[in-house]
């Protein structure tokens, strides 16, 4: 298989840093994870067919690490699974003569993402495309200060908006498409944090960003065998 493919798995959950421990699951060539940052405003789940793997659970506990190791391979690799019992204890990878060894961890240090067990109802569906992915990524790294993004009903329709207060700012702002709008009040969300989910997701050309009134947005990419869900909690209302 293709390191390039399990590299793309890894960014769409390790969010640029933001979730560093989570439980793989392999079944039938299928690699999936579920997980939540530390600090709780952003949770979702990351599948990805067509990736040969030894079925079974595996706890990866520091991210970071194994992306470290992986970078000394070559681009053509084999994954396998060392257990002892039925614990699963080494993760090898294998490029030609080259390999390396990742000690994986206990299944019970690596935290369980909740679970929502009703969904709110999405009043508001915004079109994302590439176009706004590249102007969002290129108007957070303008505004490198920016907090939060804030979706708002502009004089010409929605926008997002990226360093809104309710004071005179530098701030970036993005109308967008909705397929229907039923925003009652300003909402605003962890702008880094969706800069890293957009970006980690840059190759889907078709999404939609969902908004609910009572403050959950969700998004959900699906490209090439990938299909990767998110739900991002609002943050407190801005000034």
Excluded: H
């Amino acid at each position: 298989m293709q390191k390039t493919k399990l590299n793309r798995f890894i960014s769409k959950y390790n969010l640029n840093g933001n979730v560093n421990s989570v439980k793989w699951t392999s079944k039938d060539n299928k690699l999936s994870t579920s997980f939540v940052t530390s600090d709780k405003s952003l949770m979702g789940k990351v599948n990805v067919n067509n990736l040969q793997m030894d079925d079974g659970d595996v706890g990866v506990y520091t991210t970071d690490q194994l992306v470290k190791l992986l970078g000394v391979l070559g681009e053509d690799v084999t994954l396998n699974v060392s257990r002892f019992g039925d614990k699963a204890v080494t993760l090898k990878v294998q490029n030609g003569v080259v390999s390396i060894d990742y000690t994986l961890s206990d299944l019970s240090v690596i935290p369980d993402p909740p679970t929502l067990k009703r969904l709110p109802d999405f009043q508001t569906q915004i079109k994302v495309d590439s176009s706004f992915i590249d102007t969002f990524i290129k108007g957070k790294s303008a505004l490198a200060e920016a907090e939060t993004f804030t979706i708002v009903n502009g004089k010409t329709g929605p926008e997002v908006v990226i360093g809104y207060a309710t004071t005179n700012t530098n701030r970036v702002n993005i109308p967008v498409e909705t397929t229907s709008n039923g925003l009652t009040n300003n909402v605003s969300f962890n702008a880094n944090l969706f800069r890293d989910v957009l970006s980690a997701n840059k190759e889907c050309t078709s999404a939609t960003l969902e908004i609910s009134n009572d403050g959950l947005a969700r998004i959900n990419f699906k490209v090439d065998d990938y299909d990767s869900e998110y739900f991002i909690v609002a943050t407190q209302g801005v000034d």
